[in-house]
């Protein structure tokens, strides 16, 4: 606590009774303190494990005031703070997960004392942080922040969804455990906070050694005895997935039935609220007694108990780590896959939240758009900027159709199979006209571009799925590489445009989302005589239009690559507003994607080269090492273009080999 400083008590008036008051009330504080009273809450920002700011997520113990501790696996805390640098305080040797910004987690393994998190610092700016504690001496003592930096509130989902079960909903066999398991990636789908009761070897019923979960699961911790306080959250949804243990522990069918029907009710009782989902087992254990139990829970007048068939939703040699029922990582995603919107589809509405949305429709979670996508100005259109913008999907079922507002051509990809082209179609295109084997297929679809403008009218307007068919969220790569340019970028005259684009093709080859923030025709500097600029444009949604900006919350780069120069010449643009307008742009892109390498490419005709390098120098000088330029030079022959210009197809592969090991040994592809 800062106490501020006051002039000597012989110099102030009434100084004799302001002593005895402030010796009074510390006198007060220790017999409070003495007395066993709840320590002081700190003052919020501090970042000290009483901090209201940092919020946590499962079942922890923070009754101390100096340190957290989590119960039961997968407990996290989320803040968000300000400054560059940020550090977690530990107790003892621990292993734990730290996402920053909504990157990927980063595992931090058997640290201690005062761990840095940002080895590299960040942005200026306010940051977000979530901790996940993995084993070892799981314990948060506090953050450490930069002088003058402070601890802000973080946006949290307002829906809670609670996971009980054994060894599977904990995630064991996967390489991170709780943060790969089922559990954790549909609460993430589902843009809910999620908790895990649950540990290996755990039964519903007590037997022979196994801890029953019909009576631990009202404990703080997964093998105490203190009961947890239910009023510090509520549950908005209970999945339970139990019984896999039981029948190895000689439990028998009826008392299975009977402590299944007890343990709904008991969770009623405690979360008044909440839907609740008995799933069945993957090994399709005491499955007629989940059901019974279900069933008389919804006699007894509880509509919102639901019991989920998991019949075929993984599939033995793919999804499985072992032969005892432990899915791998790929089986985790799959039953996430298929659970999210089983859950989805029973919640009630939220207070103010639009109604849910149908499989396929604009809206769907499972949709993946990749790209400037405008998806805020109409709820059943969305529009794609930029070139190179594309969508992916996953579905069930045997056909799948795309619904076009107007004329346009498109190229679709079912199952990583070949690309096929669409020429001036509208309206509801059948992209199976032999239909699929049934079963879990993925979709791509972009729109050709011509000139970095789309070609016909390239609204997306939703899919038709067989009937009862539904979405899935694909497995999606976790890095994206950004691509700034003209008409190269874009990969005018090429066959496919921006799909035979070196942007397209590098993306591709390493495995990562990829965009092409490219129009043909356009400049680094807005002239006077129409040169589109993309030192204005690049924070824009739309390269033709002055608003709205571009939210960058949206997506994050793992890089970016400007290829810009080539047209300036054409428009009298001078060495020095090239080279400042360069140097302004690095900064731009370094402003939005604060963790990007950022590669600023020589340009294939070799304009502005000493102006590109010198921005370059500007900005690592100031202290961005995170940005290169790229010397092109010999990357393309004659026999690589089209023109005296634009590369073709051989041309993009020419530059797609060259650059795509630059962008990997930066980014770790």
Request: with cysteine; net charge positive; proline share 5%.
């Amino acid at each position: 606590m800062q106490i501020t400083p006051h002039p000597a008590p012989a110099h102030r008036a009434g100084a004799t009774r302001v002593l005895p008051a402030l010796l009074t009330a510390v006198l007060l504080a220790c017999l409070l303190s003495w007395a066993g009273a709840s320590p002081v809450r700190a003052a919020p920002g501090d970042g000290s494990v009483s901090d209201p700011h940092i919020t946590y997520t499962g079942r922890w113990d923070t009754s101390s005031g100096t340190d957290a501790v989590p119960h039961w696996t997968g407990g996290y805390l989320r803040t968000a703070f300000t400054g560059t640098t940020v550090k977690v305080k530990a107790r003892d040797a621990v292993n734990f997960y730290a996402s920053i910004d909504g990157k990927p987690d980063v595992f931090h393994a058997g640290v201690r004392g005062t761990v840095n998190l940002t080895p590299q610092p960040l942005a200026a700016g306010t940051h977000t942080l979530r901790i996940s504690y993995r084993s070892g001496d799981t314990v948060f003592r506090g953050l450490v922040l930069d002088p003058g930096a402070r601890t802000v509130a973080a946006s949290a989902p307002a829906r809670l969804i609670e996971f009980v079960g054994d060894s599977i909903t904990a995630g064991a066999l996967t390489d991170r455990l709780a943060l790969d398991s089922y559990a954790w990636k549909t609460g993430e789908r589902l843009d809910a906070r999620h908790t895990r009761i649950a540990r290996s070897g755990y039964c519903l019923v007590a037997r022979s050694g196994c801890v029953g979960l019909s009576g631990q699961f009202f404990k703080t911790s997964s093998t105490g005895s203190q009961n947890w306080d239910f009023s510090r959250y509520q549950a908005d949804a209970v999945v339970i997935n139990l019984g896999t243990n039981d029948i190895g522990h000689g439990v028998p069918g009826t008392t299975f039935q009977s402590a299944y029907t007890t343990f709904l009710r008991d969770i009623r009782t405690r979360y008044p609220n909440a839907t609740l989902f008995a799933v069945q087992t993957l090994k399709k254990r005491y499955v007629n007694e989940t059901r019974a139990a279900v069933s008389a829970r919804n006699s007894a007048g509880d509509a919102r108990v639901h019991f989920v068939d998991t019949s075929g939703w993984l599939t033995d040699g793919t999804h499985y780590e072992d032969g005892n029922g432990h899915p791998n990582e790929a089986g985790h995603t799959a039953f996430a896959d298929r659970l999210a919107p089983v859950i989805s589809a029973k919640l009630p509405a939220q207070a103010g939240a639009p109604a849910a949305v149908a499989p396929g429709q604009p809206g769907d979670p499972s949709l993946k758009f990749v790209g400037r996508w405008d998806t805020h100005s109409s709820r059943t259109a969305y529009t794609p900027y930029w070139a190179g913008a594309y969508y992916r999907a996953g579905f069930t079922g045997r056909t799948v159709k795309l619904k076009q507002r107007g004329t346009v051509d498109l190229w679709a990809r079912i199952d990583n199979g070949p690309v096929t082209f669409y020429d001036d179609v509208k309206g509801t295109v059948h992209l199976t006209p032999s239909p699929l084997p049934s079963g879990n297929h993925t979709l791509q679809v972009n729109y050709q571009v011509v000139a970095g403008s789309y070609r016909g009218d390239a609204v997306f307007q939703g899919l038709v799925l067989d009937s009862g068919a539904t979405t899935f969220a694909p497995a999606a790569p976790r890095k994206l590489v950004e691509f700034v340019g003209d008409s190269i970028t874009v990969g005018t005259t090429t066959s496919q445009n921006a799909r035979t684009a070196y942007g397209w093709l590098i993306g591709e080859r390493l495995g990562v989302e990829h965009t092409q923030i490219a129009q043909g025709g356009a400049c680094l500097v807005a002239t006077a005589d129409g040169c589109v600029g993309l030192e204005r444009q690049f924070s824009r949604l739309n390269p033709n239009a002055t608003t709205p900006d571009w939210d960058f919350s949206r997506y994050q780069a793992n890089a970016v690559v400007i290829n810009l120069g080539t047209n300036d010449v054409g428009h009298g643009v001078s060495s020095a507003q090239f080279q400042a307008a360069y140097t302004r742009l690095l900064r731009t892109v370094r402003a939005a994607h604060p963790q990007a390498w950022i590669f600023a490419l020589e340009t294939f005709r070799g304009r502005y080269v000493p102006q590109t390098e010198a921005a370059v120098k500007t900005v690592t000088d100031a202290g961005d090492a995170r940005v290169s330029f790229v010397d092109t030079t010999g990357w393309l022959t004659s026999g690589d273009l089209t023109d005296s210009v634009h590369p073709n197809d051989k041309g993009h592969r020419a530059i797609a080999e060259r650059l795509a090991p630059i962008i990997a040994a930066r980014i770790g592809n």
